[in-house]
């Protein structure tokens, strides 16, 4: 490694690494070290009266109180922090007191990973802590960490920037108090949903992420390419089309929690890949489905949260079931004051004129509707509100109404403004499925790239028979956001999807040969921030020669330092 790439701190605990192997203290030691003990845990059972309770624990260093002969420590394990009394007499018994004095003192740096063996007590302040009597060196951060202050709850020097957090989560969940919460809130979420789901008596199946036709949604799919086949494949954009598969198999009912993946834009609400559940039982219809998905819903808030009721953006949102059921026509004529009922396209277009929204040729009946619904309705649903009775434009998988022509049995489950959830009484006409595919197709060829694929396959196993079917597919991610009061997607996610990250440009090293530099130079002088030689127009030679000195000195270069005049000569050529 170049100790130019390196910042002062990580060039200090690098040394810190290696006097400690000289000491014979390996710093990434390869033995089981054994905890029988979380600083949770610690803190809730303590009792004044009780005898001192021997504990083993680990985790890293947060920050150093160091006095002379004893110190305190604050330790962060996977759990929490938890304060560590350290006497140099007691971890250093013998007369050798190096492991005090050098390594606690001196080596060790925060974020470093120690065990510590020893017992619980109370100090004079009130603050229950570990009394240390021996002190193990477990692993070493090469990296500082930003140490973040707290004082009555707030934070102070805050590592707080969201481009930063969300590509350094590692970094986020050290030293950010809630993030991890979050995480465990969202693993409640899912577990919870599972529970109820295998409750039910419906089976957790998979199905593949790589498929021929990417169906289920409209939505445009990742491309990729099988070398050893020398097809095409997508990235699934849904599982559905698999799991209605199984339910012509034969499973009552079917359910799969994964990832989907929609080559589409990036904001607060939508990432390129996502986790959705999608569930289908046979003889169920949308009716039993809106039930069913409430006192889910119900259930999982009062299992994350203690409440029926979740606080997001300073709203409250009650997930306490029942929840109200409204026709999307009804519900544009609400807010618009137009009636779409039995409108042709060209009617629909003529409305979206004069609403004074984006169109353009490409857009079928479904997608306009669509346009006007999103625009003026979907974001004042606060409260969970079961949109329901789409017209079949929109729905391509959907069953026509039983009672209404033109429309289809699907509902839309919007929640502070939002899609929550989308689902049907399963379309099993194979043909009217096969009918619905092709003006899909014709919407293809129009420019909608968005619009399904035929799935040939797909219908030959509705020709085998499916039974009545409902099926539903829950955004995780937004459920989480709803349950733990997040406003961005990429808070609920560990690893949300990042732009790539910008460096600054530099020149090659043969613009500053051509200027005279020795090429060795050219390292120490982009360390100095002359990433471009341009940058070395107009700068003082005697400034720059000594801080090109200071640098081999500092950095142990060894090259030979350049004089005066030879830094006036690179400084000449600069072209201005």
Known sequence: MNLLELSEQEIIR???????????????PAAEYVTNAFSKEIKENFKDDAEPRPVSIAGRIMSRRIMGKASFMELQDSEGRIQVYISRDDICPEENKDLYNVVFKKLLDIGDFVGIKGFVFRTQMGEISVHAQELTVLSKSLKPLPVVKYKDGVAYDGFNDAELRYRQRYVDLVVNDGVKDIFMKRAKVIKTMRTALDE????????????????GASARPFITHHNSLDIGLYLRIATE?????????GFEGVYEIGKNFRNEGMDRTHNPEFTCMELYVQYKDYNWMMSFTEQLLERICIAVNGTSESTVDGKTISFKAPYRRLPILDAIKEKTGYDLNGKSEDEIRSICKELKLEIDDTMGKGKLIDEIFGEFCEGTFIQPTFIIDYPVEMSPLTKMHRSKPG????FELMVNGKELANAYSELNDPI???ERFKEQLRLSEKGDDEAMFIDQDFLRALQFGMP???GIGIGIDRLVMLMTGQTTIQEVLLFPQMRPEKTAKKDAADKYVALGIDEAWVPALQKAGYITVDMLADVNPNKLRQELCEMNKKYK???QNPTAEEVEAWIAKVVK
């Open 557 to 559: 270069l060894e090259l």
């Open 200 to 215: 039910a008596g419906y089976t957790e199946v998979e199905t593949p992420i790589l498929q021929s036709i990417p169906g």
């Open 14 to 28: 690098r040394n810190s690494m290696e006097q400690l192997r000289q000491m014979g203290i390996e710093p990434y």
């Open 432 to 434: 009217d499925q096969e």
């Open 407 to 410: 429309l289809t049995e699907r």
């Open 468 to 470: 009545p079917t409902s």
């Open 241 to 249: 089309l698999y799991l209605k598969r199984l339910i012509v198999g």
